[in-house]
């Protein structure tokens, strides 16, 4: 790729990234102001229905819809090791504005692991810009051992998760929104890839284009039950984490992009991630402790009823309907 290329793709994705952490913020505002009541499959039906008429929800997905189409833009012009890692900055900025929206203030530590996740993706970029640009077309049977590896780790992560409560289960909710998320991001390059190429009758009449809608579903369902499960602080991590790190392994092993060979430029990549991925890690947990928000277990969780965990204590009953019964009084129904 050429630098000008380069800089596109990167800007495009660093766009994109903001309008994410708007939507990631907006949403998890409104699944914590939903109602849930029941244990039912009726009644997690009834929670989605609630949050997808809350006019928080309603604005972060007309947000993330544009940051979509940056990200599609990200993509066709750039190769997914440049352009999912930028997406980490999601964390940074929806913690940022998670923070305003509660009236609180970034705190120092939170602004130097900040600095030091920027100057790591930044490293990273920098050293893993692929030496030449990959081919267009996905490798076939590298493709079909990535996606089956894909939904054995979803599967996973969602029947772990029924053991685990609050910030856990957000985590490892988190973790199959990732993979999902990284999976739907190698579809979108080649659903654009086939938009250029063919046109709007070539892409409708592609699986690559139905195929991301299916796992896109599939990430958003697991986002939401994320959000709803724990704090932001905990969901976020997890998905900006392992998204990068599966897109990577998708671009080289499906997509043919070649990071820069030798010792020290992979040594340098290497730190650059490792780098990155701690400071996503330590900042999300020095902004929970901020934050003052740990995972609560006695929160109602639609991902428990939706995975059959649900709590049955009458004290987390309670607890549970005196903390809705306060978010009702505080936010105007839509």
């Known amino acids: 790729m050429r630098g000008g290329q380069i800089v596109e793709a990167a800007g495009a994705a660093l766009l994109a990234a903001l309008l994410f952490a708007l939507g990631s913020a907006l949403q998890h505002r409104s699944t914590e102001a939903a109602r849930l009541t029941g244990a039912g499959w009726g009644q997690v039906v009834g929670f989605f229905r609630s949050v997808a008429h809350h006019p928080a929800w309603v604005l972060a997905m007309a947000v993330e819809g544009v940051g979509v189409s940056l990200h599609a833009v990200a993509l066709h012009i750039g190769t997914l090791v440049l352009v999912q890692p930028v997406l980490v900055t999601t964390i940074v900025f929806a913690l940022a504005l998670r923070r305003r929206m509660d009236r609180g203030r970034v705190a120092g530590p939170e602004l130097g692991w900040a600095a030091v996740l920027t100057a790591g993706l930044v490293v990273f970029l920098v050293m893993a810009t692929p030496a030449h640009s990959s081919t267009s077309k996905a490798d076939l049977w590298p493709a079909v051992v990535v996606s089956v590896l894909s939904g054995v780790v979803v599967l996973v992560t969602a029947v772990v998760s029924r053991f685990t409560n609050g910030a856990a289960r957000a985590m490892l ?30 892409m409708f009449t592609s699986w690559a284009f139905w195929a991301m809608l299916v796992v896109g579903g599939v990430g958003m369902v697991l986002n939401q039950l994320a959000f709803q499960a724990g704090p932001l602080s905990a969901s976020l991590p997890a998905i900006q984490t392992v998204d990068p790190i599966m897109s990577v392994v998708l671009g080289v092993a499906v997509y043919d992009e070649q990071l820069r ?44 009823r939706l995975l059959g965990t649900a709590p049955s204590s009458e004290k987390a009953s309670s607890m549970a309907e005196m903390r809705w019964s306060s978010v009702s009084s505080e936010t105007p129904p839509p």
């Open 173 to 202: 909710l988190g973790t199959g929104a990732g993979v999902t998320f990284a999976d739907a991001a190698a579809l979108i390059k080649t659903t654009g890839n086939v938009l250029v190429a063919h046109g709007f009758a070539g």
């Open 261 to 304: 060979r030798g010792a020290l430029p992979l040594s340098v990549e290497v730190l650059g991630l490792a780098a990155t991925l701690l400071a996503t890690a330590v900042l999300a947990r020095v902004s929970g402790a901020q934050a003052g928000v740990p995972g609560d277990a006695s929160l109602p969780d639609p991902s428990a």
